[in-house]
């Protein structure tokens, strides 16, 4: 059952879903920098461009990533993807002085991505982003245009990172449905989108691969928290696994749970379990003193999630046995009662409420624990605990489809920040802005999270870990 308010939040999105708005603004400071004839800008230019679908969707203690689309008017009056250049201008927001451009990129695109570095820790500045001088709007989505947002104030506040060395940076990413051959399909009532010449699971994870290996994103480790597959084929798990290996090591380099794609039924071979692990199995790693341990929460048969007696008897021994080691536990589906009231499957989509409690019961014994990583229901959530313990419980935003991306923690002496980035491939932007559309537009509401859900950082001792080249 949908809760209440995210059934209104969704209806009245779903009243002005697709609209944009077109703001002229005036030349670029920096115009000098295009080409002094190009006809395709000419002929953009000629068109009315739309620049709309912006956010803010990375603050980090030093950059922001900020996306948007453009889009020109056939004569029919549909929208259709259209290149323009990509330019966003920057002041402190603290002072008088006009934004000036901070970011350009003459190379012409319809799926902008804009990331702004060189800025101060703690800070707020104004913003603004253009494609051939048009400003770029939010879309018309709640969870953009609410108020306070950085898309509606048109400020955004990088984050204080937390005290002390950066030790190590892991990736936590879920529901990659490798195989998979139409994104969307929801209990029957929504056709899915299927692209027209690749598989789309394919250059998506690719796309995060790519990614996490690059210097500026600097991955120690990669956590991924189920429906790795779309049907726990032979062929799907061997492929992903393929995919992963080029990658790192299982098990030093990339960690892996089961989701409930992953599960083929009762009378026929577990694919997916002969190629990583078996049934009902809890996995243990560590890495510079810290634990990582994977859950299988899945049933036999259904969407929502359990943890069976014995995983549960073998996690209380290993939190008993070491209560105060940094542990990050990960397992597909979500935990507490916040996240089982407000997706849009209810209840019965996530973790069972013994399985739910017992959890909470064994975390309130084991001060260690700092978080718990699930995926399942494709959004970038940050959740309540049930009670008063100190772990933060937190849903990441699926590698498939919009927003397509992953969270990064970055583990500090004294904390650890959080931050969710889209993949940023040509392709891969733009099929997480077709997939916007999904679920008749209600997609990003749900999916892409607050500012906050997907950027945020935690005060925390983990003076005792070592680094990554410790």
Known sequence: MLEPRLRTMWLANAATAGAAVAVRAPRPLFAAQRPL?????????????????????????????????????????????????????????????????????????????????????????????????????????????????????????????PPGRLLRTLALTNDLHYGEPASGLFAGLFEGLRHSTDEYPEFMLQAVLEDLRLPDRAVDQLVVAGDMTDSGTAEQSRGVRARLDDWGTLGRDYFACRGNHDIRPPEETDHWGEVFHARDRLVEYFVGGLRLIGLDTTRVRGAGGTL???????????????????????????????????????????????????????????PGVFLHHSGHTHRNRLSRPDS???????????????????????IYEGGYMVNFYKTRSEAARRWSTRTRSQYLGLHPDHALGSCVDRNHVVLRDFSGLRGSNG
């Open 37 to 161: 004839f190009d006809p395709q800008a000419r002929r953009a230019q000629g068109e009315d461009v739309v620049a709309s679908d912006l956010e803010v969707v990375t603050v980090t203690d030093h950059s922001a990533v900020i996306t948007w689309t453009t889009r020109a008017r056939t004569r029919g009056g549909r929208l259709r993807p259209v290149p323009a250049d990509t330019e966003v201008r920057i002041a402190p927001a603290d002072g008088r002085s006009a934004p000036r451009t901070w970011h350009f990129e003459g190379r012409r695109t319809a799926y902008h991505y804009a990331e702004i570095r060189d800025l101060e820790p703690g800070r707020a500045y104004r913003f603004e982003a253009y494609s051939d001088g048009r400003r770029a709007a939010p879309a018309r989505t709640l969870v953009t245009r609410r108020s306070g947002t950085p898309e509606s104030t048109g400020i955004l506040t990088t984050l204080t990172p």
């Open 388 to 410: 008063g313990i100190g772990v933060e419980f937190l849903e990441v935003g699926a590698v498939k489809e919009y927003p397509g991306g992953y969270s990064l923690v970055r």
């Open 308 to 366: 069976a007696a014995p995983q549960l008897a073998h996690l209380r021994e290993l939190l008993r046995g070491e209560p105060d080691r940094p542990t990050l536990v990960f397992g597909h589906h979500p935990v507490t009662r916040h996240a089982a009231v407000s997706n849009p499957g209810g209840p019965g989509f996530v973790l069972d409420r013994f399985s739910a409690a017992s959890l909470h019961g064994l975390y309130a014994h084991a």
